[in-house]
Structures are given as structure tokens and as C-alpha cells.
């Protein structure tokens, strides 16, 4: 089912990964007013005196070659209270994830799905045999460490992976937990930690192993600054690690691998320690009103998240690809289905935390979609409501507007 708004909705049908923002802006025209729940940022950082900022010297940047990466690396490690020689940055954590696949990742991998796909893609396309441990449905897809420590067991992988929060569930493991799990696969090639998410954690105060992969002989953990401060579009992140896997992974990396934008940010984030802060604050306190919101939604189910989106499972009989498509063609609302998911079907979306204003929005198209299934009328490309789906939708409305 896809409805007719003028748009190519092929767009949308990227394969593993989403369409890009501005792919998706080409394709519907200059008038677009696209609202993102797909692409996992923080709508509340880089402030706009930052941007400004930026703007007021976009001719400098990107005129003239950056720093090399290491003298970058060592300003970001100091802002971060690192040791320089424990830190290797790249451009983006794709980048990070594709040479510890080259460079540590020998025979086999354990990962457990639903997860980010590179960490299952990558090692895949280089022949590497990958041990997927199913995370179930039935158990909020939260990862019991034992059961997966003994699933490497038996299946002989050489490298672990664990993403903490989880993506796309947001499932998060306590500190204290995932660090007796590193310690007992001492003797693996490699444990790698994806903490791409880990800031927007409420959960416990200081959650990252950061600090412990430096002193431990196989230990990696990798940081995505892009979706922390809301700039996907410079590609950039970082790995902690002891010194030896540090500099075997930063020595692969070209020396001018990253670009003067990233290099101004990074130089600028010490400036803007206590806004990010906040920023960090108003997402977690919308990430609670738009769970609760949500879940106010009929025969939607809402699964619990400490990463900066929801997973949600639709209504029996109901598609995420096109609900996707309606809420993109008729509400130019973009929402990442999770059907190509490994370990996951067509029923589940995931949805980026927004404020409110764009959380009502999402919500009036998962209702109108609703309508839209049950056979109601369409004329001109409106809804024409029967009285009595009115009256359904509109008391949802009203117990959302009221909470």
C-alpha cells in the first residue's frame, strides 16, 4: 500500500541503512519539511551560537587543510581527560568498525542481533564466519551476558561484540555487569564495546568502560561524537583502547582523515561543556513523555529505552515499510522500519526522540494511518473521517494533549 503523494517512495528501500536526509530533500523539492525520526541526533546540540559560529567561519574552514589527525586526536583526548596514545579518532565510527574488522577481527565474530549492522555486514562482506546470539522478543530483547558468554563458549568466536544501549532497542547493561563480561573473554582476540549511544544513559552516572579498555589486553571501545552532538554530517567518533590496539588501529588510518569541521568542533567543545549538558537533559525527559505519549497510541507496544529512540512493535496486521511510506508521503514524517534488521520483521519501527511539537506530528500520521487502514474515505488526497473514527481518534488526541 502506498499512497499517492507525488514522491518516489523507492526512496526509501536503501537496503540495509536509510535514505539520506538530503536524498530524500532532492527527490520531494525545495518545499520539503521533512520531520526526522530516523536518523539517531541530538535536536538540542550544537547550539545555535555554535552554529553561528560555524557559519561566521565556514569560508576558513573549508578553504584551508586541517590539523593532522594527531594533533586533533590529542586536543579531543585532552577535552575528554584521556590519554592521547589510549584514543584513535576517524572519520565516523562506520570507518572505526570497518578497520578493526581488517586489522582484529581474524576468523570469527559473536554478535548479538538485532544490533547495528555493520557489526554483522562488515565482517560478513570480508568472509569472516559471524556467531549471531538471537536476542528474544519475548525477554524486551535484553541481552543476558551469561547466556551470550556461553554462546562464545561453544561457538569458539575469537572477537565478542556488545553495543550498550543497544540499537534499535535501547536496551543498556550496568557498568558494573559488562565489566565482569569483558574480564571473562580476557583470552578472546578482542571484546568490543560500542557505546555510540551511551551518553543519553540515565540510568546509572558513569556507565562507559572508556577508561577500562585502556588497561585491559583486548579491550576496545568505541564512541560516535556525530550522534552525540547532533553532526552527522561530519563523520567523526573515536576508540579507546591500551596503547598497543590504539596505535595499530590509528596507524592504518590516513593522517588527514579528518576534516577542518571536525576539527573546529572538536576545539570548540570545551567551550560548550554545560550546554551539552542540557542538551542531554531535555532529551532524556523527552524521551520519557514520548514513550508515554506513545504508548497511549492503540495496540502500539512501547519497549523500554535508554538510547536517544524507541522501539516500537505496530498493532497485529499492521506494516512498518508502508506505514513508513504513508507517514512520509502524506505527513512528511520519516521513521526507520526495521524489517532489514537482522533478528527483527517488518512490524517494528524505530523512532528518534523529538520534542513534542514533532511527537504530536508522528502521532496524528500513526492515527490517520490507522483510519487510512480501515478502509475510510480518501478524496484529493484527504481523509474524509467517518463520524465514528473521529470520535475514536479524537478522544486518543484528547488523553495525549491531557497527560
Known amino acids: 500500500m502506498r499512497p499517492d503523494s507525488g514522491m518516489d517512495l523507492s526512496l526509501l528501500d536503501k537496503g540495509a ?21 530516523c536518523i539517531p541526533c541530538n535536536p538540542y546540540f550544537p ?14 574552514i573549508l578553504k584551508y587543510y586541517p590539523s593532522d589527525a594527531t594533533s586533533i586526536t590529542k586536543q579531543l583526548a585532552g577535552v575528554l581527560g584521556l590519554h592521547p596514545q589510549t584514543v584513535a579518532m576517524a572519520n565516523g565510527s562506520t570507518e572505526l568498525i570497518t578497520w578493526i574488522d581488517h586489522l ?7 554478535v548479538p542481533i538485532p544490533t547495528f549492522g555493520r557489526w554483522t555486514d562488515q565482517p560478513l562482506e570480508t568472509g569472516k564466519r559471524v556467531d549471531m546470539f538471537l536476542l528474544q522478543e519475548s525477554e524486551g530483547y535484553a541481552l543476558d551476558l551469561d547466556a551470550y558468554q556461553q554462546f562464545i563458549r561453544d561457538r569458539g568466536s575469537r572477537v565478542a561484540v556488545v553495543c550498550n544501549p543497544n540499537n ?23 571484546v ?40 552527522h554530517g ?17 596507524k592504518a588510518l590516513p593522517k588527514w582523515n579528518l576534516n577542518s569541521l571536525a576539527e ?20 532524556r525527559r523527552d524521551r520519557t513523555q514520548m514513550a508515554e505519549t506513545l504508548r497511549l497510541v492503540p495496540g502500539l507496544t ?50 528518534v526522540v523529538r520534542p513534542r511539537h514533532d511527537v504530536d506530528r508522528l502521532i496524528d500520521g500513526m492515527l490517520s494511518y490507522g483510519r487510512y487502514l480501515r478502509g475510510e474515505d480518501s478524496v484529493g488526497g484527504h481523509l474524509v473521517v467517518h463520524p465514528a473514527s473521529r470520535t475514536a481518534s479524537h478522544t486518543a488526541r484528547e488523553a495525549m494533549v491531557a497527560h
Open 17 to 37: 541503512h536509510s535514505a539520506s536526509y538530503f536524498m530524500l530533500t532532492r527527490g520531494m523539492g525545495p518545499d520539503a519539511d521533512i520531520v526526522d525520526f
Open 47 to 60: 547550539t545555535p551560537e555554535m552554529f553561528a559560529t560555524l557559519a561566521d567561519n565556514l569560508t576558513t
Open 104 to 110: 582484529l577481527i581474524k576468523q570469527s565474530v559473536a
Open 168 to 190: 534499535p532497542d535501547g536496551g543498556y547493561l550496568p557498568r558494573r555487569n559488562l565489566l565482569r563480561f569483558v574480564d571473562g573473554l580476557h583470552d578472546l582476540d578482542l
Open 192 to 231: 568490543v564495546v560500542d557505546e555510540s549511544f551511551i551518553d543519553f544513559v540515565d540510568a546509572e552516572r558513569c556507565g562507559s568502560l572508556a577508561r577500562d579498555a585502556a588497561i585491559r589486553p583486548n579491550v576496545v571501545v568505541l564512541k560516535s561524537l556525530g550522534k552525540n552532538f547532533g553532526l
Open 234 to 250: 561530519i563523520r567523526f567518533g573515536y576508540l579507546t583502547a591500551n596503547p598497543a590496539l590504539a596505535e595499530r588501529v590509528g
Open 264 to 283: 573546529a568542533v572538536v576545539y570548540m567543545i570545551k567551550d560548550y561543556e554545560a550546554e551539552y549538558r542540557e542538551s542531554l537533559r531535555l532529551l
Open 302 to 351: 512501547v519497549f523500554p529505552s535508554q538510547g536517544n529512540f524507541l522501539l516500537v512493535k505496530l498493532p497485529p496486521g499492521q506494516n512498518g515499510t508502508a506505514m513508513r511510506d504513508y507517514l512520509m508521503s502524506q505527513h512528511q514524517v520519516f521513521v526507520r522500519e526495521c524489517g532489514n534488521k537482522l533478528g527483527m520483521t517488518s512490524q517494528f519501527l524505530r523512532l
